[in-house]
């Protein structure tokens, strides 16, 4: 009887599958990528594969997978086929002077969201989404968008997707974190204002302080939530805080905290206000993190680093920071790797409206390659810019692997992907075709 | 009793074995590395090579060569081995604030050196990257910044470490401001106008006082000799257009630093024989495709290209990177390997000693663990004057 139940149950999402390819039949396009090697990033390596998109979604991956007849087929034999590239940390699509609110160190109510902007360049394009033809051109499918770092506690960030047919649909989740910056890099702004915080430990005292605030405020808005309706009726709901109401999301883990540092107290200092206040952490930056491996191992704490060749991403120029040149190690992303702790490797790049264009992140594979260098091994540094950043980001289950379900954005690449001169050929997301390599 | 005989015994062997191995260092004795694949630079590779360093320098290097008796052979088969690397624009061993002399637009006495820190931890840092040379000096905030300085990035010996004092003359165009390239013209023609003096006053009897030095001219007066060339930071494809007149004007030797839009007068450039520093093409820069595939456009027109990480913008050790990323986008592999040592060598004028693996230049080598051309390709050591400066397997402590 349980069996059963249990059998029932695990086949209603094929049941879900199935109705709703035969109802959407008529509509959705069919193709077949056909004939290369193709990483799934879920654990296999397919050499002769047939990637089978249905309509926006994955159908079937494998080397015998059947093409139906009305599949318009893709030949990428000779090349490699892989997930869309998850960028897990940028500034892409937000105009510079929208990262940072320098008047306030704490604004957890602000949305990036609400400063990105996908429609190509500013007074120039044909109407609708305008994908960044360079970002494409790396194969970045997905990317998480966060506030600067020149704040203590920034706002809110987003995972959206480079393209797609409107503005609600490249969103796959938002709010996804709250994101501050301890450290050097609101140091360096804060200090030149006169007011507090300046210092590591003032910079600490106030992420407190604005935490302990929310869980006042979620407690009061819970304790009113629970009392029974007649008094509600009564008595007004406490008024509403946007701030306090995202970080009441943080303290309820429904979304992680994304902590910008370096230097190694720095490091200490983010997990130490996460367990007192037992929230999600995901370091970002994290040149030295190296040096705190197993407690993050232990502590399953992820960490999306910087790119390898330009590992100053927040504090600064080396000139400045002799202590961090000291103790950093390119072999970052290999020794947390080893050791068991989630990485992922970032852009930190910008890229607004042809102003700067999307041109670090579209590199973001060859920083993989890079760490190969650096003992980081292949399989590692293909994750730490697929599956690894979609689970970290929390929307494993849409992007980041080639399996059944989950989106259709697919890349097909000329060579090996962490070879300098191998280039993205054709990228799909939502199962459309939307780059073509010159 | 015994233990401790025994303990004597083993550091008798040890100072053995470390007086041994001092008196064996490179350096101090002629060593051979032996079968490496050798990219000179210069010409074609050379597969299973030997070369031979003596005094620092490198006495031979071929495939088949005579060792002196007494020589230590190293053994590097497998590895790959190409020359110093180069930098010839950067701001390695400057504060920040030492970079810009602001309030004075134009210092051409300035001297790299006087604000040099030899102490920078980026040093040690440049040398893991396989970068040997530099041109370091003043940035671009004024008309004429100073005159640069060319050093290697490793030697306890500053004579030997140095190999030109001060000399060449930054300076910056911006089409920001319309008197910036008039402030620089008034300013070389004050030198042209000095040069005569002193040219007349060293034809003449010498009876009356000589003309009054001025330290700022008298750089200038090298420039205008063709001692020293002129290191011009430009942008625009017009302003190079413009200075390239003054080049006719005065006749100076020049470089673009920077050179973005160099690869739209390829032609006039390559006519004039101008050499381009080039963008450092690493992946922090946010550059678009048509940029990216300047340095082959400028390379295929002829124009002598040098690659710059114009450090700090860039990590100095990353200098090959910018040899990957240019040959990414459609410059030949020799070309590539050419921009990184012997053509920023030739622009620097210091080809005589270093840019290339060739018999009787300095013995600055990089030794890699796989092929230069490749992202997952590590340095290994480096030898600057001979001596060992870097070894990776002695360097890294860390788990």
Redesign the interface.
Known sequence: MNKRNELFRMSLPFLAVLIVSLVCSGAEKTVAIKGGTVLTMAGKTIPNGIVLIKGDKIQAVGDDVRIPAEAVVVDAAGKYVMPGIIDAMTYFGVRPFDLNDPSNPVTPQNRIIQAYYPFGQFMKGQGGIEPDKEILSGGVTTVYIAPGDRQVIGGQGAVVKTCGPNFDRLILREPASIDMAIGDPPKAALGESAKSPVTRMSIAALIRKSLIDAQEYDRSQKAYDAKPEEEKKKSPRPPRDLGNEALAKLLNREIPARIESDLPDDLRTAIRIAEEFNFNLVIDSGLTAYLLKDELAKKKIPAVLGPTSHPFVSGGEVSSTPELLRVMDERNAAILAKAGVKIAIASFGFGFGGFGDAVQGKWLLLEAGLATGFDLPDEEALKAVTINPAQILGVADRVGSLEPGKDADVIILDGYPLNVKTWVEKVFVNGELVFTKE | MKTHRLTSGRMILFLLLLSVGLWSSPGSRPFILKGAVVYPATGPKIENATILIENGKIAAVGPGINIPSGAQVIDVSGKVIIPGLIDIHSHLG???ADLNEFPQPIGPENRALDALYLD???WA?AVKGGVVTLVTGPGSGERIGGQSITIKTFGADLTRRILKEAGEVKMAVNARNLSHIQAIRTTLLKAREYMETWERYEAGDKKEQPPKRDLGLDALVKVLKGEERVRCHAHFANDMLTFLKLKDEFGFGLTFEHSTEAFKIADEIAKRGVGCVCLPL???I????DLMRGNAILGEAGVKIAFHTDH?V??EK?LR?CA??S??YGLSEEAALKAMTINPAELAMISHRVGSIEKGKDADLVVLNGPW??????VDRVYVDGVLAYDRAKE?I??
């Open positions: 400057f504060f920040d920078s931890p980026d840092e690493v992946m922090r946010p550059l678009n495709e700090p860039t990590q990353w990177l990957l990323m040959m990414r051309q490749e992202l997952r390709s590590r890294e860390h788990p």
